[in-house]
C-alpha cells in the first residue's frame, strides 16, 4: 500500500488516501537518459518517516555549495505534477528555455500526469533514498514535507543571489514557511472568490452582490435562486474541511478559524467556526438549495452546465468558462461578510530543493529561473495558472476586462490593493492525521445527517489537539 493523496472535484488540491500501488502506474517522462530512468524507476515503497531522515538535520539546512567534478553538463533531476497537453507543454517549453541560455546544466524531468497522486509518489523516492533536485511543493504538505527533515531551507540561497521574500505575494511566503525557514519558493497562485451566473441573477430580479453583502445575503439568495422544478439551483453541495484555504477564509469572516495562530491548538469549537459550519449544513440539509438535496443528477461541471448560479473557485473558473465558449454572462464577487470580515483566500503550490539532493546548487538555479518574472509573467499570461510574483499578476486579467470584476477578486489583493485583503493558510503538520478525525466526525456524521456542526467540532475538537499536540514535539 502506498498513500495516495487525491485531488477533490474541479480543485488543485490535496487529500489522502491509501490504496494499493499498481504495477501500470507510470510517471510520464521528458527528456530522459539512462540516469533518469534509474533514478525516476526507484520504485514505490512506504511513506518518508522521520527517523529515515533523521541524519539530514530538521530543517534540512544548507550551505549552498554542492559540487560536481563532472566537466560536462551537470544532469538533474526534476520532479513536478503536470496533466497532459497544456501544463506539460507549457513546463516543456520552460525547460527548452532553460537549456537554450546555458550550458552548464542539463534538467532531465519526469512529469507525474495525475496532481493528486505526486506527493505520494514523492514520499516513496525518497523512501528509496532517489532524491530528485528540485521538487514540487503544495502548500498542503509542505510543512509536513519540512518537518520531516526532507526540506533545504531557501533563505540562505536568496540571500546569496539577492532575492528579496517581497518579490514574491507575502500570504504565499508565510504559506511555505516552517519554524521561520523558507522551504519552497512560491510558483503560481490563485485566490477565490464566487462566481455568479448574471442571466439565473437578472431572471430572478436579484441585485448583483458586491464585496460588502453577507452571508444572510448569501442564504437569501439561495433560496431565491433555488428551482428544482426547472432544474436549477444556488450552489453544489458545499462542506467545509480543513483542507482548502478556502474554507479557512470562510471560517474567518464568521470570526472562527480551524487552528490557533500557532497551530498548536484547534479553534473548530468557537463560536464563528460552528456558525459557518451550521450554515453550509443548513443550506444542504434545510434549505435544500444543492442538487443533491433533491438527487438531482447532472454532468460535468455544474456552474459551466447552467445547473447552479453560483461556484466557489479561483481564476480557472474563468478560464475554463471563456475557453469552453459557454455564453452566459458571469461575473465574480469576494466570499460574503460575516462579523469577521471577508477575505481572498490565496493558495499556491511552490518548487522545493530536497535535503539529500545531490546538485542543490544547480536545482537552485532552475527554481530561480522558473520562479523569475520573465516566466512567472508568460504563465500568468496564458490565465490559466496565477504567477506567484505581484510584478507579474496583472498578466492574469484578461484585456476585455471580462468578467467585470475579476480584477478586483484575482489581482488586485495579490498586489495589496484590493478592498478585501488576501488571506493565506498554513497547514498543519499531520494533516492526515486531521482528515481522518475530520472524516469520522464530520463526513460520516454531520454531513451525513447526523446532529448538529457543534456536536460534531466538540467531539472533534480533542482529537484535533491531540494531533497538534504529537506534531509539535
Known amino acids: 500500500m502506498i498513500t495516495q493523496i487525491v485531488p477533490r472535484e474541479g480543485r488543485e488540491e490535496y487529500r489522502e488516501r491509501s490504496v494499493p500501488m499498481r504495477e501500470t502506474e507510470r510517471p510520464v517522462l521528458g527528456p530522459v537518459t539512462r540516469r533518469t530512468m534509474l533514478r525516476a524507476g526507484a520504485g514505490a515503497g512506504a511513506a518518508l518517516g522521520a527517523a529515515g531522515l533523521a541524519a539530514c538535520g530538521a530543517g534540512g539546512t544548507s550551505s549552498g555549495t554542492s559540487q560536481t ?56 523516492l525518497l523512501a528509496a533514498d532517489t532524491w530528485p533536485d528540485i521538487a514540487h511543493q503544495h502548500l498542503s504538505v509542505v510543512q509536513d514535507f519540512a518537518n520531516q527533515g526532507a526540506l533545504t531551507e531557501l533563505k540562505p540561497y536568496m540571500n546569496r543571489d539577492k532575492i528579496s521574500e517581497k518579490d514574491f505575494i507575502p500570504v504565499l511566503i508565510e504559506e511555505f514557511t516552517h519554524k521561520g525557514k523558507l522551504m519552497a ?35 437569501g439568495i439561495c433560496q431565491r435562486l433555488t428551482k428544482p422544478d426547472q432544474g436549477q439551483f444556488a450552489i453544489t453541495t458545499q462542506r467545509p474541511a480543513p483542507d482548502s484555504e478556502n474554507w479557512e477564509a470562510v471560517l474567518r469572516s464568521f470570526g472562527g478559524s480551524w487552528y490557533n495562530k500557532e497551530l498548536t491548538k484547534s479553534n473548530i469549537d468557537n463560536s464563528g467556526s460552528i456558525d459557518a459550519l451550521q450554515l453550509f449544513h443548513d443550506l444542504e440539509f434545510r434549505h435544500r438549495v444543492t442538487p443533491s438535496a433533491y438527487k438531482f443528477q447532472f454532468t460535468g461541471d455544474a456552474w ?77 499570461s496564458g490565465h490559466r495558472w496565477g504567477p506567484s510574483r505581484p510584478d507579474s499578476i496583472d498578466n492574469l486579467a484578461w484585456e476585455d476586462n471580462i468578467p467585470e470584476h475579476f480584477k478586483d477578486v ?22 492526515l492525521d486531521i482528515m481522518q478525525v475530520y472524516k469520522e466526525e464530520f463526513t460520516d456524521k454531520l454531513w451525513a445527517g447526523t446532529g448538529t456542526a457543534r456536536d460534531a467540532a466538540l467531539a472533534a475538537k480533542p482529537r484535533f489537539d491531540a494531533v497538534l499536540a504529537r506534531s509539535a514535539k
Open 410 to 431: 484575482h489581482v488586485e489583493p495579490l498586489k495589496g490593493k484590493g478592498k478585501v485583503p488576501p488571506m493565506g493558510f498554513v497547514f498543519p503538520v499531520g494533516q
Open 69 to 124: 567534478d563532472t566537466k560536462g553538463p551537470v544532469e538533474i533531476f526534476f520532479t513536478l505534477p503536470g496533466s497532459a497537453g497544456l501544463e506539460q507543454d507549457l513546463y516543456t517549453g520552460f525547460m527548452n528555455d532553460f537549456h537554450a541560455r546555458q550550458n552548464k546544466i542539463k534538467v532531465n524531468y519526469v512529469f507525474e500526469p495525475n496532481f493528486g497522486d505526486y506527493p505520494a509518489k514523492l514520499r516513496a
Open 304 to 380: 459551466r452546465g447552467g445547473v447552479v448560479a453560483m461556484a466557489f473557485g479561483h481564476h480557472s473558473t474563468t478560464y475554463f468558462h471563456r475557453t469552453e465558449k459557454r455564453e452566459f454572462k458571469f461575473d465574480v464577487v469576494p466570499i460574503p461578510r460575516g462579523k469577521g470580515g471577508n477575505f481572498i483566500a490565496v493558495g499556491a503550490s511552490g518548487y522545493a530543493l530536497p535535503s539529500k539532493a545531490k546538485y542543490k546548487d544547480q536545482g537552485w538555479e532552475l527554481l530561480k529561473f522558473l520562479t523569475a518574472k520573465e516566466v512567472q509573467a508568460k504563465i500568468a
Open 185 to 219: 519558493i512560491p510558483k503560481d497562485s490563485a485566490a477565490f472568490g464566487v462566481h455568479y451566473n448574471k442571466e439565473m441573477f437578472d431572471k430572478a430580479g436579484i441585485k448583483y452582490p458586491t464585496e460588502t453583502w453577507t452571508w444572510d445575503d448569501f442564504i
